[in-house]
């Protein structure tokens, strides 16, 4: 017997078919959210590949390099999410999907840092453990957008110590959970409590990103800053930091998430009835916060 085949024409493919052919490929894809980004991806990817012509040594590179990205990834580390930090996506992605109500605080990225569970803390504890070397109260309130105290809401917290490094970057001297505390506020929409005012640092160099940031002489560097995801229910979640005034590299973030609304006045405060209303030694620096969090359902500006 023979094989049946058709009288139809095969298309060869080439540099000026394959794109359309690849796209075409995913025609039966029932899910048709799936099958428009994978068109979208597909149409950028061969924009880009035609307009810089890669050798295929370097399309060999850029293999590797992602590869290499991959297995540097762990429980504590994710290294593909500092790729999309440093070349901006997680900025864009973070900014398409928090488009705000008026008034709402300003979403920045979540970093590449958030990799394990805050441990719960009472209003007024401290989420530094191992004893910084300048004391910080941090007071807030998380609001709607309405201007009313939004009480039960659940504030998750994390940060880098005074010498710039997270507690996963330094298992054996920070304690699991050093710089981090999961709040609720209280009747009165409020949180707080007690670290040391964190240290400008330089994202971890020592893999792929890092590389592709000494390639393009790209300083590694993000500003001072305390992170924060306000989440109550009925409201949209918000995920924010606040950026200590006058640390260095505010206007050269490394990860481009930056907002002047963000930065706040970390205030030298001398006032031994204050330090011992907040349970800190004299003097501290004091910085406030209010997140302000949208309704579900509240149309984006």
């Known amino acids: 017997m023979t094989d049946a085949r058709t009288d139809d024409v095969v298309a060869d493919i080439d540099e000026h078919t394959v794109t359309d052919a690849v796209i075409a490929s995913f025609a039966g894809t029932s899910d048709a959210r799936l099958r428009e980004v994978l068109g979208a991806l597909v149409r950028g990817l061969h924009t880009a590949i035609r307009e810089v012509e890669p050798t295929l040594p370097e399309w060999e590179h ?67 453990e191992v004893g910084g070397s300048e004391p910080c109260v941090v007071t807030g309130r998380v609001l709607s957008v309405s201007g009313e105290p939004v009480p039960g809401a659940e504030v998750d917290v994390w940060q880098a110590d005074d ?93 481009f998430a930056v907002k002047r609304s963000l930065v706040r006045d970390f205030a030298p405060v001398d006032d031994a009835e204050q330090a011992a209303r907040f349970g800190t030694v004299n003097p501290f620096r004091l910085a406030v916060i209010d997140l302000v969090v949208e309704p579900t359902g509240t149309p984006s500006s």
């Open 62 to 128: 850029a293999i590797d390099f992602l590869t290499r990205t991959g297995q540097t990834c762990d429980d504590v580390r994710q290294e593909f999410v500092l790729l999309s930090d440093v070349l901006g996506v997680s900025s864009l992605v973070e900014n398409i999907n928090h488009r705000k109500a008026g008034g709402a605080t300003e979403a920045t990225v979540l970093g590449p840092f958030h990799m394990t569970t805050s441990p719960p803390r009472r209003n007024g504890e401290s989420i530094d």
């Open 163 to 255: 010498h710039g490094f997270y507690d996963v970057q330094q298992p054996d001297v920070q304690p699991a959970g050093n710089g981090r505390g999961l709040f609720t506020t209280d009747g009165e929409g409020r949180f707080w409590f007690r670290t040391t005012v964190p240290a400008h640092y330089p994202i971890p160099t020592d893999g792929p990103v890092g590389e592709l940031l000494a390639a393009t002489a790209r300083p590694p560097y993000r500003p001072a800053h305390i992170h924060f995801i306000a989440d109550a229910p009925g409201h949209v979640p918000v995920t924010t930091h606040i950026f200590v005034e006058g640390s260095p590299y505010l206007d050269a973030d490394a990860v």
